[in-house]
């Protein structure tokens, strides 16, 4: 070959493979990351591979730092934070949330802000646009405002933003968390308003979910009288959270005369998974009740099991303060813990917090609207949505005195609806000290005073204190209703239409030192109908009764009483709903296979065990049975679709089983009652469980679940299959991405806090580190770590390495 | 044989050298000049370059691997469609062998070239 030939086809070579090797691959319906950097030993993947000699000692300065901090990290690499100051405290905790999860705090502050698109292509832009409508940054930047006039607050978050900032500056590009190799892009700076944004993203997950369209359009379909009786806002035989009585609280709040009917709106955002399971149980018992003596306390919230897991585990010593617990990435402090003196935690409260109201323009043109007596000028945001790989999208909201105007006539169907959210809101400069000062909380004073600016969203906040007092409020920004009517969309026109303030902290409900010596709560409603305020929302009651049931039946109560409680896969609904579903169900020509999954039924204890193949008989013969008796309320649009709460399915299975709901709307001819859908119901289950050509013994609640813990970008490889049991309706709440997110129980001592807890995950979110995942196994079994108050550095067992703080 | 190991050494040393304290295709450059100085066919120059840098690159894998417990290559291999740690380090082998084997083969057949024309 001549020599010019054989040097052309080297080069092309060359070429052609350094060019194959620097651009990304699709392999379907994913982008591999350019194979040359990634498997690059010294730019790709090797390097996050994590070894003994990442642990070791090591020092840093900086100039916002005061002091001295001592960081010491501990063989599961939970941070021990020695401060002598409540700001550099917060520098350290920013600098280590940085380090150990990098990656999660710029995806969720991207996430929040609506920004995935920049990094994740068109297939995020209806999240950025649902945000970008939503307001979501605007109220932060609004909220930032506020809090800026509370010079303590802003020195606690910029020492926080410092210290993630510096890691980030200080983080060579070949030391990048595996993430933003794989999809190519580099960690930006964090900023003030990232931290207020994380704060209201929770309250953003916990409380956005609404049924307003959707029972508008029911309202009009299904009529007033059945839309109150499949969707009433109690349940009769509930437990709530506050029993009360509630002598002296008196609501002023006039009636609203306004009953003008909306509906026949789509939701272009409509969840696409109605079945979100955010729940959390959590109760304190007084000594009087524990085997002990002692206070106990304990605290399960159920969220979202992703890796990295949403909470991170820290502890923080100051000469004000010592305190351990779990925290959110993107703000400082310690959201449920415990200190020397008292322990708290948290259950979401479920109120309904968004008004979908409808706005009546003035003009074709949009730019004025009617409001009361007076036509108010429209205003604009414009929001440039930069989508990775296209043009950017530029969406214009126009914000009303009601705030944002999230859905358009054009995706609406109708007209153009505002979204109005507690969640925008700020009442108090201090708010973001809310933890700070609970987390430096001696008694049950100090416990009140600190959640008293707490905003959004509602939380039922517990303590115990080793004083003996036992306590749990339900806290945040509770709209002050006059009726019902926020449950429908309503009239954008008037003032009235939707609340205006919220109820002041002597009208929220609180429960202190109970005569039946334990306070709890499941996510329930907040109280019985005699509280005189009107409130709203989603509810789960079998847990709350579960609950408290279980708390009532035993005089004294141990440290492994809590821990049953916290592991117990019972079904309150599988035992009230099953025997009858038994009884009424026509057992007439059932195949082999059919009969013996009844029989399966038969001897079912009602518990969700992984082995056990009952439950998944029962989930799909009741979830069948759902569908077919509320086929009035189901409709393939999501917008005007809505399940009633299981416990009215029970209800009616159990005292009206001739009712006219079960009657299937399509046979004309027919009138089906309970015992026609039961039956129905359990062939399609038994359908569904394809039992005719599978053996039942292959059929598992494990496998029939697939409960996961998933990487937050849903990529297989990094994430892990779980072997557990567990039901949304059980204390042990598992679906099959959502379940216990943090299990805790605190016994409050005389000398100090016996605490435990273990949540599914691992401090490190880096895939190649032993401590990505290494409690999976401590939590699948329900076993918990025992979690230690050390005073100083030198006190901590099994420290793995040191960071040393100084200022510069 | 003494000027191929003198040759395979030097290009180990300086793929290693280029890759660690550059980038990742930094070793192309040297790559290609021993190629040049060294005296062998195209074939031979993109077989010694491919050996230099995918033992190199073998060994330091296998070497990570192992203080990793093979954590981070089971995930690794899972993402590109299940293959297993082993071959993951040997895939990492083989590019890092095509980067420099090739730029080798440049080196040399640019010499050839250049002499073909004196």
């Given at each position: 070959m001549k020599p010019s030939i054989t040097l052309f086809l080297w080069t092309l070579i060359l070429a052609a493979w350094i060019f194959l090797s620097a651009n990304p691959i699709s392999m379907g319906d994913q982008t591999l990351p350019p194979i040359g950097p990634f498997f690059s030993l010294y730019d790709g993947f090797w390097q996050n591979a994590e070894s003994e000699k990442d642990f070791k000692n090591m020092e840093l300065n900086h100039p916002s730092l005061n002091g001295v901090v001592e960081v010491v990290l501990d063989d599961r690499m939970v941070p021990h934070i020695f401060a002598e100051n409540d700001n550099d405290a917060a520098f350290a905790q920013g600098y280590m949330h940085a380090k150990l999860r990098l990656f999660q705090l710029d995806i969720a502050s991207r996430a929040i802000s609506g920004r995935l698109s920049e990094i994740l292509g068109p297939r995020t832009l209806d999240h950025d646009k649902q945000i970008r409508r939503e307001g979501i940054v605007w109220g932060a930047e609004k909220t930032l405002e506020l809090y800026q006039k509370d010079p303590e607050s802003m020195q606690l978050i910029q020492a926080y933003t410092d210290g993630i900032n510096h890691y980030i500056q200080n983080l060579c590009k070949r030391q990048l968390p595996l993430e933003f190799k794989l999809l190519g892009y580099q960690p930006e700076e964090w900023t003030l308003l990232k931290c207020v944004l994380t704060s209201k993203s929770m309250a953003r997950t916990l409380t956005t979910k609404n049924y307003d369209i959707q029972n508008s359009n029911l309202k009009a379909e299904i009529g007033d009288s059945l839309f109150q009786f499949l969707f009433?806002?109690?349940?009769?035989?509930q437990s709530p959270v506050h029993p009360g009585p509630w002598t002296g609280l008196k609501n002023n709040v006039l009636t609203s005369t306004q009953e003008t009917p909306v509906y026949g709106y789509n939701d272009p955002f409509a969840a696409q998974d109605p079945q979100q399971a955010f729940a959390s149980n959590n109760w304190a018992v007084s000594g009087k009740k524990s085997a002990t003596g002692n206070p106990i306390l304990c605290n399960d919230p159920h969220l979202q099991l992703t890796f990295p897991s949403i909470w991170i585990e820290n502890h923080l010593v100051t000469p004000e303060k010592n305190v351990y617990g779990v925290s959110l990435l993107g703000v400082p402090h310690i959201i449920i813990g415990f200190n020397e003196h008292i322990a708290w935690g948290i259950t979401n409260g479920g109120q309904d917090v968004v008004d979908w109201l409808e706005i009546k323009w003035n003009g074709q043109d949009k730019k004025k609207y009617n409001f009361d007596d007076q036509t108010l000028n429209t205003e604009y945001r414009i929001e440039t949505i930069k989508i990775k790989g296209q043009k950017s999208l530029i969406d214009t909201v126009s914000y009303t005195r009601w705030v944002p105007?999230?859905?358009?006539s054009e995706e609406s169907g109708k007209g153009d609806l505002v979204f109005k959210w507690s969640g925008h809101d700020a009442k108090s400069e201090r708010e973001l000290l809310t933890f700070l000062l609970l987390n430096k909380a001696k008694n049950i004073g100090d416990y009140m005073e600190a959640i008293s600016v707490f905003p959004s969203p509602i939380q039922n906040v517990v303590f115990a204190s080793r004083e003996g007092d036992i306590a749990l409020k339900s806290q945040g920004f509770w709209p002050l209703r006059s009726d019902m009517s926020g449950q429908f969309i309503s009239d954008g026109a008037q003032a009235s239409s939707s609340w205006t303030h919220y109820l002041d902290n002597s009208q929220l409900p609180a429960t202190i030192n109970p005569e039946r010596q334990f306070v709890s709560s499941a996510n329930q409603h907040s109280t019985d109908d005699s509280y005189p305020f009107v409130y709203m929302g989603s509810f789960e009651e079998f847990r709350g009764r579960t609950l408290n049931k279980k708390l009532e039946e035993k005089s004294k109560l141990s440290l492994q009483d809590m821990a049953d409680i916290q592991n117990s896969n019972y079904s309150l609904k599988a035992e009230e709903a099953l025997p009858s579903m038994l009884l009424i169900m026509d057992k007439e020509d059932l195949s082999s296979a059919q009969k013996s999954a009844l029989e399966i039924l038969k001897s079912w204890n009602y518990e969700y065990t992984a082995a056990s193949p009952a439950p998944a008989i029962f989930n799909e013969w009741f979830n069948a049975m759902e569908k077919l008796t509320f086929d009035e309320t189901t409709h393939e649009k999501s917008s005007h679709s809505r399940l009633p709460d299981q416990w009215k399915l029970v209800e009616l299975i159990n005292?009206?089983?001739?009712?006219?709901?079960?009657?299937?709307?399509?046979?004309?001819?027919l009138k089906e009652s309970a015992k026609d859908i039961a039956k129905a119901a359990f062939v399609a289950a038994c359908d569904t469980l394809n039992l005719e050509n599978k053996s039942i013994d292959s059929i598992t609640w494990l496998t029939h679940q697939k409960s996961a813990v998933n990487h937050l970008l849903r990529i297989p490889a990094l994430s892990r299959l779980l072997d557990v049991g567990g039901s949304s309706d059980a204390l042990n709440a598992m679906t099959s991405t959502h379940g216990p997110s943090w299990r805790m129980i605190i016994e409050l001592t005389p000398t100090g806090p016996k605490a435990l807890g273990v949540y599914p995950g691992g401090q490190s979110g880096n895939p190649g580190s032993k401590y990505y995942d290494d409690s999976i196994d401590t939590w699948s079994k329900g076993k918990h770590h025992e979690l230690h108050l050390f005073t100083n550095a030198a006190e901590v067992s099994n420290a793995l390495f040191t960071i040393k703080m100084n200022k510069l | 044989m003494k000027t191929f190991i003198v040759g395979l050494l030097t290009l180990i040393l300086c793929t290693w050298l280029t890759a660690k304290f550059f980038t990742?295709?930094?070793p192309v450059f040297p790559a290609i000049l021993i190629g040049y100085i060294m005296n062998w066919r195209a074939g031979k120059a993109f077989l010694s370059g491919f050996l230099a840098a995918f033992l190199l690159y073998v060994v330091i894998a296998f070497l990570i691997d192992r203080s990793n417990e093979h954590i981070l290559s089971e995930r690794i291999g899972q993402l590109f469609s299940g293959i297993g740690g082993t071959v993951l380090i040997l895939l990492t082998g083989i590019m890092g062998g095509i980067l420099v084997g090739a730029s080798a083969a440049v080196g040399a057949s640019l010499k050839h070239f250049i002499h073909s024309k004196r």
């Open positions: 009433p806002h109690a349940q009769p035989g105007v999230a859905i358009k005292d009206i089983p001739d009712h006219n709901v079960f009657d299937i709307y399509e046979t004309v001819e | 990742w295709y930094a």
